[in-house]
Structure formats: structure tokens, C-alpha cells
């Protein structure tokens, strides 16, 4: 034994419990193999030109995986009413006079936006009366404000409270102006100034219903340098899905009750590192708007409270906003095309599960090789002769394999080489099937005995003279449009012949 003592004792260790440690520790190293058949190359091609497509314009493209995203936090929104939204002269079928009113019908008040809107003007909401019922009350004998000894409390004053419509309020034109910057990523836009953002309004069907820049709105300009979107009410409610004519569940319209709307804006990077936006108007269904305001006399002896039923338009800025940026997209190039190698994983399988001819593959794709415990127990000398061997058993092996496929592809040829080649090639097959011989006899020597005997009068005494590669050898070599080409009983006859490698994959043997 030429291990040290401590290998030894190893070795010793395992197979006192039936155990290699060569094959405990065995080596997995991967073999390439080239599959001469164009449908399994032809698989492989389309899974990885699926593969390419998919990064390229799915993940880079499409999903816009060259930009660092970052979820809008921080905006800012502006409303007013612009001046001039008054009521339309035209009668209008909820309006009626104070002695002619019917069911679901008022008397109307013309009021402009000075009046209609409470709160006047607000960051991101806005209210606009619909509806409005006054009532009136009086101070109690006494009452100073002015006085922190005296009590104020109103009553009513008898008189029944009056409610009114106000007219045309959904023509009322609203300006929005809004923007938006990144905290993580550098980047912000506006829908206003020189550099507005594009911008659309859609409807729940998800169809642009406007869309800026565009033409003008109420005598101001909508183009790219305009001061803001101008939008109407009834356009809001109507791409909201609603009216104000709408009814409740409870009967009442909305014009009655009031209604929420809330308005998301939408922001999402376009191009390199330019913003557009969406307004995405959603209604809160069975939900109304009430709000108070309560007015006082200069001396506190009367008090006024207007109670306000109407439209309150909530804005809401959501979506994401990116830039350019290289990083990110290395990083999603690599992670995308490291599904590459899923191309590969599924025609292994295929190739090795699925198809007719799964052996033949199988044996071509794994070899076993000779156990290399007796290599270690060579010295360099022996070791480096041995490799001489094996080269020279690989290349005549290779070289009568190739003259097999070649008389059978062009039989007609063989007869018209060289006669040198000629001569070196029968020198190669007779020495081939010498050997073939000796492998033989070796493994019928191997099956009757318990442990292979290694000639003690040779030279190299304990060393292995032949060591089989592969599954194919000599004549028998038969590539896969053979096998495809072959009559049946040949594919038969091959796939049950175990030196062809179509059953079990043949171990090595050692003479």
C-alpha cells in the first residue's frame, strides 16, 4: 500500500462497512456533448430566442426595467373655480317656481363661485353646493360676546327654513394644478409652466375622455405652456360613471344628498426619465356631502346657518416616478438572462425522458469513469506511460469510429483512398478487435473471480493495460441519423446491444 498510514486507516474504516470512498466522494464534473439532431438543437434555439424576447421586451422594454422606480410620497394640488361659472339662462327640470314645486323639484338660486363654493379653496378637496336649506335663529335676552359673564344661545325664530337648488352647478370650471418630486429618485413635474407634463382624463371604461396638452378650455390655452388642466364638473362626475340626476338607494338624487368624488392622479415615468399623469375619477357609492356654515349678525343677535349638500371633489396623487439608470439595468439583464439556462434544463430532459431515441442520448450525455484509486497507487513514471496508452487506445477508437461513419454514408469512396490511409486504417481495426478480444476474456475473467488478477510478470505489474471509453466503439459506432435512417429491426438490435451503450452505460474494465 502505497497511501500513507492515515489514508490508509480511512479507506480501511469505509470498507470494513462495505463502503468506497471514491464513490463517496466522487467528482461531478460536466462533459460536453454534441446531439447531432436538429429537433433537439432546434427546441434549444426557440426556448432560449423565447427567452431572449422576453428579457428584451418584456422586462427592459415593456416593463421599463432600465428605470430606478420610486412610488410618488410627496406632492402638492391646487383648485379653484375659475371666475365667470355662472348658471345657464335655459330653464332647468329641477328648478320650479316657490308656489309650483313638485317632487324632486326647488327653487333655484343663480349663484356664481364666490358664492356656490364653501370652503372656498382648499389643497387637494374641494366642495361645491348643489343643494343649500337656511335657517335662522335669535340670541337670548342678554347675550354680549363681548361679556365673558354672558351666555349666548340662539333659538329658532319660527320661520319655516327654506331650501333651494342651486342652478348649473356642473358647468362650474374647475383649474387643477398639481405636482410631483422624488425623494430617492431626482426627478419632478408639474402640470404647469413651460414643461408641463402629458396628461389625460379617463373614464371607468379606461378610455381617454381629455387629454393635455389639447385645445383650449374656457378661452385659456391647454397646450404645453398652459397654467393649468381646465375641467368641468359634468365632466368629472361623467367620468366618474354619475350625474348629479343620479338616485340613491335611499330615492334621493345626488343633486339633493351631495356626492364624494375622490380624483386619483396617476403618475407614471414615460420614455428615459419623463412623467405623464392620469386622472382617474372614482365615485363613492351611497356616501354624501353635507357641510355647515354659520353666519352672524355684527351685533350677535341673529345667526344664519347655511346647511350645504353638493360635490366634493377629493384629489388623490398615487403611481410611480423613475429615471435612467445603468445599474438597474445590469441588473435586469443579468437576472433575466440568467433564465438561459433554463433552455438548456428542459431539452436535457426532453432529451432524456421524451424522446424515441432517450437512450442513445443518455448514453452519449454520462460515461462512468475507471475508479482512480489505482491510479494513486502509481508512481509518475507509471502514471505518465499509462496516459500514453489511453491516448493511443482514444485515437484509434476515434479513428475507426469516423472511417464506420464514413463507409456507411459513402461506401463508394472507401475503395478510392490512399493506400497508405487504407493500410493505417486496417492496422487500426485489426488491433481494435485484438482488443475488444482481451476486454472479453478479461470481463468473463472478472465475473468467476471475486477480485480482478493483475499479471505479476509484466512490467508494469498492478497496473490496468486497457481502459474502455465510452459507449460506442469500433465497428459498432452508429451516429443518431443512422439510428433515425435504420430499419426497425436494426434500431432493435442496437438499442438491445449493451457494448452500445443503450442499456446500463458500460463500466470500464481493467485487464
Sequence with gaps: CVRTMGCCSLFDFFERFGL???????????????????????????????????????????????LRIEQVQSGSVGLNFLEGSTAPSVPLDYCCATEACGAGTLPCLHWDHFLAVFPYENDF??????????????????????????????????????????????????????AVKGNTVDREGSSTGPRAMEGSMTNTDGDDVRVWPGPSAAGIDQGTARPGDIVSVKELLSAAGVSLSSTQA???????????????????????????????????A?????????????????????????????????????????????QTLVTGLALLAVASTLVNFIMANLMTMKRVYVAHKYELTEDFSVWRAMDSAERKAHI????????????????????????????SLPANVSDQLRDIEEEMEEDQDQEARAGRRTQSEPEP??????????????????????????????????????????????????????????V
Excluded at 131 to 149: E, F, H, I, Q
Excluded at 252 to 272: A, H, K, M, Q, W
Aim: glycine fraction near 8%; charged fraction near 25%.
Design 20 to 66: 468506497d470512498l471514491d464513490d463517496i466522494l466522487a467528482y461531478n464534473t460536466v462533459k460536453l456533448v454534441k446531439v447531432r439532431d436538429y429537433r433537439l438543437g432546434g427546441l434549444y434555439y426557440a426556448f432560449q430566442l423565447a427567452i431572449f424576447l422576453y428579457v428584451v421586451v418584456y422586462a427592459v422594454i415593456l416593463n421599463r426595467g432600465y
Design 125 to 178: 378637496s374641494i366642495g361645491l353646493s348643489s343643494r343649500v336649506k337656511v335657517s335662522s335663529g335669535v340670541a337670548s335676552p342678554g347675550c354680549n360676546l363681548t361679556s365673558w359673564a354672558s351666555t349666548c344661545n340662539y333659538t329658532e325664530t319660527g320661520q319655516p327654513d327654506q331650501a333651494y337648488f342651486i342652478a348649473g352647478v356642473e358647468d362650474f370650471t374647475l383649474r387643477i394644478r398639481h
Design 250 to 284: 335611499n330615492g334621493e338624487s345626488l343633486r339633493y344628498g351631495g356626492v364624494n368624488i375622490i380624483v386619483f392622479i396617476v403618475y407614471s415615468p414615460t420614455g428615459v426619465s419623463d412623467l405623464k399623469y392620469r386622472y382617474r375619477p372614482k365615485y363613492f
Design 286 to 330: 351611497e356616501s354624501e356631502h353635507k357641510i355647515e356654515e354659520r353666519l352672524l349678525s355684527l351685533d350677535a343677535t341673529q345667526r344664519t346657518v347655511i346647511s350645504r349638500h353638493g360635490v366634493r371633489l377629493i384629489f388623490a396623487q398615487t403611481g410611480e416616478i423613475g429615471k435612467f439608470d445603468f445599474i438597474t439595468l445590469l
Design 388 to 415: 500514453e496508452e489511453v491516448k493511443k487506445h482514444e485515437t484509434a477508437k476515434a479513428a475507426l469510429g469516423a472511417l464506420g461513419h464514413r463507409r456507411h454514408h459513402h461506401a463508394h469512396k472507401t475503395e
Design 453 to 510: 488478477v493483475l499479471a505479476q510478470d509484466d512490467d508494469t505489474t498492478g497496473l490496468p493495460q486497457k481502459v474502455s471509453y465510452g459507449a460506442f466503439s469500433g465497428e459498432s459506432y452508429m451516429d443518431v441519423d443512422d439510428y433515425v435512417s435504420g430499419t426497425e429491426m436494426e434500431r432493435q438490435s442496437l438499442s438491445e446491444s449493451p457494448q452500445n451503450g443503450l442499456s446500463d452505460i458500460q463500466e470500464t474494465s481493467f
